[in-house]
């Protein structure tokens, strides 16, 4: 079938129009689908990174104090005072800010460790970050937000995360 010059570019401009919606809503699009399970339907047997860049909502605590000193996985000493915490599935590196969604309470935070390893919690907290959003050894766990402003990429780039207004590789 032979096609006409018009034909074409019908296609053509089709096509573009296709790639242009895609591209636009590529952020939301991405967010939704690291929320859904897993195409083949197999069932994950550890935490898969995440560098979505996506805002989580789940639940935190904060490291006992038996932790204080220990080697986390980055290798870094914890420090019950810094702004350290852990994440299963967020890379080592990415900063993120928690708002605690009872108090309305943020602070930044830096991923150095992995954890927490209890169903439904998403985050650990050192003890200072976890007091500074409102979060005390009476109540033990906040829901929160966690919203990443930079990942770490595997290729040495960084992704601006849901905490910044581009959410693009550079």
């Not at 399970?37 to 197999?42: C, I, Q, V």
């Not at 009872?102 to 439904?120: C, H």
């Not at 033990?140 to 590789?169: C, F, H, M, R």
Request: aromatic share 4%; charged share 25%.
């Amino acid at each position: 079938m032979i096609c006409s010059s018009r034909h074409r570019f019908l296609v053509t401009a089709l096509l573009w129009g296709v790639v242009g919606a895609a591209a636009c809503t590529r952020a939301t699009d991405e967010c939704a689908a690291a929320d859904t399970p897993r195409a083949d339907g197999a069932r994950r047997t550890h935490a898969e990174p995440d560098l979505s860049g996506c805002k989580r909502t789940g639940i935190a605590s904060f490291y006992a104090k038996k932790f204080s000193g220990r080697k986390m996985a980055d290798g870094a000493r914890m420090n019950p005072n810094a702004d350290n915490a852990a994440s299963t599935t967020l890379p080592l590196g990415t900063t993120a800010t928690v708002t605690n969604l009872d108090t309305g309470k943020s602070a930044e935070v830096t991923i150095q460790d992995r954890g927490p390893y209890v169903k439904g919690r998403i985050i650990d907290l050192s003890p200072s970050t976890a007091r500074d959003i409102g979060l005390d050894r009476d109540d033990g766990l906040a829901n929160v937000v966690v919203a990443p402003i930079e990942v770490p990429l595997p290729d040495g780039g960084v992704k601006k995360g849901a905490a910044t207004s581009d959410n693009k590789a550079r």
